[in-house]
């Protein structure tokens, strides 16, 4: 997979902002964040489940999440100054988007560390949010390094 | 990639009817049809621009659309009976999932089937329509030969 020319305008002045900030790779990457999750979780639930069943389900990934998600990484500077909750849901989905066109990480490889992260009960509601704040947060940290160290 | 296993119910007892009217695999196939269409549009738009720059965008293919690409591709049978416009198209979002579940064609080549055969002004809503139309009824041709041949 190489689409990397598709970041051609990022990649000539990269910085965690140009990334965190680009509303285009905010786009690509909210659909990848929503197909990755939804595979994902129907993995999960297909593997601890007790009677045996495969169980494909689709989830959108909340903003609220993907914010929280962002702060608990620790990487609030990829956002823009003052960013808002919506702001900062789109700078993950920006920062996903970026690994998968860089190809950094696969499609797979994004699905199955969102499995291999995920435990308890994602069939209650509560416990699915937590959750997803947890793996998202993980995600990010797990992909820091392949992110430029300048903030501008 | 090897997530057949999500498919174990399906595989059982596998039909035409079967794949078409899974619910799950419609959750699942409507956000990697959503996906794969903003990616290859983003590419299409890329490559045919004159000024030379990335453009990175999104779209949610609509389930009309989707739907004329099932008649056009005269694969109604794998629908439900009396289906409407919106079964129709859910049943688009089953047949692309299983296809690419089952692995008969990875992630990349699902993109890349769509930019090959775009043509046109994506720009123009009513291009754009028109040619989504064609791209997901050529698609859908193409992939019939990984489907099964009894109707139930």
Same mark, same amino acid.
């Given at each position: 997979? #190489?689409?990397?020319?598709?970041? %051609?305008?990022?990649?000539?002045?990269?910085?965690? %902002? =140009?990334?965190?900030?680009?509303?285009?790779?905010? &786009?690509?990457?909210?659909?990848?964040?929503?197909? $990755?999750?939804?595979?994902? @979780?129907?993995i999960? !639930?297909?593997?601890?489940?007790?009677h045996? *069943?495969? #169980?494909?389900?689709? @989830?959108? #990934?909340? /903003? /609220?999440?993907?914010?929280? =998600? +962002? &702060?608990?990484?620790?990487? &609030?500077q990829?956002?823009?100054? *003052?960013?808002?909750?919506?702001? !900062?849901?789109?700078? #993950?989905?920006?920062?996903?988007?970026? $690994?998968?066109?860089?190809?950094?990480?696969? +499609?797979?490889?994004?699905?199955?560390?969102? $499995?291999d992260?995920?435990?308890?009960? +994602?069939?209650? *509601?509560?416990?699915?949010? /937590?959750?997803?704040?947890? $793996?998202?947060? %993980?995600? +990010?940290?797990?992909? @820091?390094?392949?992110?430029?160290?300048?903030?501008?």
């Open positions: 997979m #190489v689409y990397d020319y598709l970041l %051609k305008d990022i990649t000539q002045d990269l910085s965690q %902002k =140009a990334i965190g900030t680009n509303k285009g790779l905010a &786009k690509i990457g909210d659909e990848l964040v929503n197909f $990755v999750y939804s595979v994902a @979780k129907s999960y !639930l297909t593997k601890s489940n007790s045996n *069943r495969a #169980v494909l389900t689709s @989830k959108k #990934v909340g /903003k /609220k999440i993907l914010a929280t =998600a +962002l &702060k608990d990484a620790n990487l &609030k990829f956002a823009k100054n *003052r960013a808002d909750a919506h702001d !900062l849901a789109d700078t #993950v989905e920006a920062i996903i988007g970026y $690994v998968w066109l860089s190809n950094q990480m696969q +499609l797979e490889e994004l699905i199955d560390f969102l $499995v992260n995920f435990s308890g009960n +994602l069939n209650d *509601r509560n416990e699915e949010i /937590k959750q997803a704040q947890e $793996v998202f947060a %993980k995600l +990010l940290i797990h992909v @820091k390094p392949f992110l430029p160290e300048n903030e501008l």
